[in-house]
Nanobody, 111 residues
Framework: QVQLVESGGGLVQAGGSLRLSCAVS????????FAWYRQAPGKQRELVAA???????NYADSVEGRFTISRDNAKNTVYLQMNSLKPEDTAVYYC?????WGQGTQVTVSS
């Protein structure tokens, strides 16, 4: 059974940075693609960034150039480096392998 555990969320001022981590267990990690999603209050969950097994990435237009997704196959961990944060980035951030989901980590950006 695949388990994903997110960490690294918190409260940050606009313009600041955070790095989210997603620790994955029970998976053939290096063969899988992973993605970060987010859900703000009253809004639908949206894709933020994705990375495939070969390391290719794609991003939502709203975070392109500010966020970077990466993976460490030795540590079975996926990261989301978030820079130049904006209040509209406030949301619960989730990690997924397209079937399993983590519990989410709250990111709050104050203006």
């Amino acid at each position: 059974q695949v388990q994903l555990v997110e960490s690294g969320g918190g409260l940050v001022q606009a313009g600041g940075s955070l790095r989210l981590s997603c620790a994955v267990s029970g998976s053939t990690f290096r063969f899988n693609a992973f993605a970060w999603y987010r859900q703000a209050p009253g809004k639908q969950r949206e894709l933020v960034a994705a990375i495939n097994s070969g390391g290719s990435t794609n991003y939502a237009d709203s975070v392109e150039g500010r966020f970077t997704i990466s993976r460490d196959n030795a540590k079975n961990t996926v990261y989301l480096q978030m820079n130049s944060l904006k209040p509209e980035d406030t949301a619960v951030y989730y990690c997924s392998d397209s079937e399993a989901w983590g519990q989410g980590t709250q990111v709050t950006v104050s203006s």
